[in-house]
């Protein structure tokens, strides 16, 4: 009996097992079919030698031709990896890090984080057998503080150049110092060899130190192998890049697109949320199948728009095809984000709500139609009066032509520009560089830690504006980050730079240990670092609003968000003190999330960030500890950090900036937007749209300027 039992237990797992193996056997097919019948696939012979040949490449491809996913998984097989060496491929966002590492893992059959893994701010997937690491250009960034020569790096792949962000701008002339440090340190050796001889070697390491700039020490007998770079682009223009790295050759890997016809509309659309919702369901109701991909400005649009559909889409007839809504951004957790490569199960059409991380850093299959109101958030700022604001603008043709593309990669498709022709043509070619329209002293400070002192002598692709340059150093200063003499201050510069995040935010966790209030500091700063918080579909809006009120606190909305965490943490922790054992803490969370009207992807996106920048701190030997009840001394703490952020009322009830005295208005989120205005606040954000708003502010006393911030106030008079 016993043994009949156990045979037949065994033919079962048996049977599972092969039905596993199967499905697995068909699932490897899939993938090695799609990988092979990719553009880039039958370049791989072609690309490998221009790689062993040029020390520096330029990859020119259409979007989805396979650079991101392919190239790394050549190069591994063509033995860049040999001795424990890694290939590091850079991307502006870190959606596109964590997919694509996620997809080449699964196309290699290896564990996430083994061979093949990822690494963005404030989430490490890599170990030490990682030989094809996806990471930020941000990243690497910091990486090279830590090593110099990018030692562990056989190739370097900056992906996206054509997106010009700051860190890559910042990324590419670094990278040009290293790879001459490293060619000019292997063959150190040698020629001092030779020179040993000639009992010359002094004049020899000094002339081969003034070279570059980060030869920080001459590291002889350092044997590290040349530093192969690929600069890879989506957009045909590769004179720029190639110039720049002194006529590198460039590769252009021929694409497939399919014909996509482009629709206008006719009126000007006051509200292209609207417009974007009756698009969706005209295409649903009346094109033939394929799915949908909407480019959106941001979390906020984007959510919005999902509850939209959703209310609309029980108003459809009985039997229609169904619509599946699927939402792509940079806070949403990484397992809802991989959601989106999905296929759609029978009976749905997908809908992908995304932001302009689908234009051309990842690559969705089963596009037939795009939805583009031809606008985009940008973070723009102003040097003279030192703010940086968040813009929704309209996109470059250049964009414009990448989103409609999306639409015929597989076949014929249909892109819906919500917006007249006439205005197509007024579109500016491509995007200013974010260098040439962000605010530099996060950039100068990291280069200063890298120790290139004069930022005007750094080779760049773009020419800085000098006044730019000054007002950030004049920034760096009042932080206490640089000296008068603009030297990198001990130890707080040192400090600020080894954190991940802007000059100022390091400054307020710095300053919080001597305040003693650098548990809610963390708090605060994680909770900024991340959008939208509060959340509630507008029919709930007045039960929302109660749930609200009893996080707000009297002295504003950086307290309150402390408030929506710590509650947040409680529940947690109340629940595991209960008992219930079976729900895992993300069940827990989000269930609190729904009860609270708190969106559960920037919270959880806050508790990360939370973790990471506590284990900064604690590395800095920074001490933690609380204020208690005592805000006064966290109001203190914002003042001393967020001076260059003050804002006064006046008579009219509107403010005015203490720094660059502009007009602004409390936005509608903060707590101060009904109740009592103060007299005088901190912010953190200022925002453009009609009007000027600020947003995350929190009462302080005008009087603690001066005692707190006097290097400041001495520049003022
Ligand atoms: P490129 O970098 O040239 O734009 P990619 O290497 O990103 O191209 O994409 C190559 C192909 O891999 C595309 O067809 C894309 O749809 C597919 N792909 C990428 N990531 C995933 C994923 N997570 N799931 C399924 N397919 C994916
Ligand atoms: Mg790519």
């Not at 969706?280 to 009346?286: K, N, V, Y």
């Not at 989103?403 to 014929?412: D, F, H, L, W």
């Amino acid at each position: 009996f016993i043994i009949t039992k156990n045979s037949q237990l065994n033919a079962k797992n048996m049977k599972r097992r092969s039905t596993e193996d199967n499905s697995s056997f068909a699932k490897k097919q899939k993938i090695a079919q799609q990988r092979k019948s990719l553009p880039i696939a039958s370049v791989e012979k072609r690309i490998l030698e221009e790689v062993k040949m040029n020390d520096t490449l330029i990859i020119v491809g259409e979007t989805g031709s396979g650079k991101t996913t392919q190239l790394p998984q050549f190069l591994f097989n063509g033995g860049f990896c040999r001795d424990g060496r890694v290939i590091g491929i850079t991307q502006p966002r870190r959606v596109a890090a964590v997919t694509v590492a996620k997809r080449v893992a699964e196309e290699c059959d290896v564990e996430l984080g083994q061979k093949v893994g990822y690494s963005v701010r404030f989430d490490d997937m890599t170990s030490s057998s990682t030989r094809i690491k996806y990471m930020t250009d941000g990243l690497l960034l910091r990486e090279a503080l830590l090593d110099p020569f990018l030692s562990r790096y056989s190739v370097i792949i900056v992906d996206e150049a054509h997106e010009r962000t700051v860190h890559t701008d910042v990324l590419l002339g670094l990278l040009k110092n290293v790879q001459k440090a490293r060619s000019i340190s292997t063959c150190k050796e040698s020629i001092l060899e030779g020179r040993k001889k000639a009992n010359n070697s002094a004049a020899l390491k000094k002339e081969i130190n003034a070279q570059c700039h980060i030869l920080l020490k001459p590291c002889q007998g350092s044997k590290l192998s040349p530093l192969k770079l690929i600069i890879m682009s989506a957009s045909l223009d590769a004179r720029g890049f190639s110039e720049y790295f002194g006529g590198a050759k460039a590769v252009h890997i021929q694409g497939r697109q399919h014909p996509v016809d482009i629709f206008y509309t006719h009126h000007v659309e006051q509200d292209y949320i609207d417009a974007a919702l009756i698009t969706i369901l005209q295409i649903h109701l009346e094109e033939g199948s394929g799915d949908m991909l909407v480019f959106l400005t941001g979390q906020d649009d984007i959510e919005s728009l999902q509850r939209l559909i959703q209310e609309r889409v029980r108003q459809l007839p009985e039997g229609s095809q169904k619509l599946l809504i699927v939402p792509i951004f940079s806070s949403l957790p990484s397992e809802i984000q991989m959601k989106v490569f999905k296929p759609a199960p029978h009976g749905f059409r997908k809908v992908i709500l995304a932001t302009n991380i689908a234009e051309t850093s990842i690559t969705i299959p089963g596009i037939k139609y795009v939805i583009d109101p031809g606008l985009v958030k940008t973070r723009s700022y102003d040097p003279c009066t030192r703010m940086e604001s968040l813009k929704i603008v309209p996109t470059s043709k250049a964009q414009a032509l990448q989103r409609s593309g999306r639409a015929g990669r597989e076949g014929a498709g249909k892109c819906f520009r919500l917006y007249q022709e006439s205005e197509f043509a007024k579109l500016a070619d491509s995007a200013t560089p974010e260098i040439k329209r962000l605010n530099l002293s996060n950039v100068i400070l990291q280069l200063k830690a890298l120790g290139v002192d004069d930022i005007t002598e750094f080779d760049l692709m773009e020419k800085l504006s000098m006044r730019a340059i000054e007002k950030s150093l004049e920034e760096l200063i009042l932080l206490g980050a640089l000296t008068a003499d603009k030297k990198l201050s001990n130890p707080v510069g040192h400090q600020m730079a080894r954190f991940p995040l802007e000059p100022i935010y390091s400054k307020a966790l710095i300053v919080a240990s001597e305040f003693n209030c650098l548990e809610e500091m963390l708090i605060t700063v994680a909770m900024l670092l991340v959008d939208s918080m509060f959340y509630a579909p507008r029919e709930k809006w007045e039960e929302a609003r109660d749930k609200w009120k009893c996080f707000s606190h009297v002295e504003g909305d950086h307290l309150t968000l402390v408030n929506v965490y710590r509650a947040s943490a409680e529940s947690l922790e109340k629940s595991r003190l209960a008992g219930s054992k079976e729900k895992t803490a993300e069940t827990i969370l989000r269930k609190w999330c729904k009860e609270n009207f708190i969106n559960y992807s920037s919270l959880r996106h806050a508790r990360d960030i939370h973790s990471q920048i506590q284990g900064h701190v604690e590395q800095m030997g920074l001490r933690i500890s609380s204020c208690g009840d005592d805000m006064l001394q966290f109001r203190r703490c914002l003042t001393a950090s967020f001076f260059l952020k003050v804002a006064l009322k006046q008579p009219d009830g509107s403010y005015r900036t203490f720094d660059s005295s502009q007009v602004v208005q409390i936005h509608p989120t903060s707590v101060f937007f009904r109740t009592k205005k103060p007299e005088c606040v901190v912010f953190n954000e200022l925002i453009r749209t009609e009007r000027n708003y600020i947003r995350d502010i929190t009462r302080i006393d005008p009087a603690w300027i001066p005692e707190l911030a006097p290097q400041y106030c001495s520049t003022q008079s």
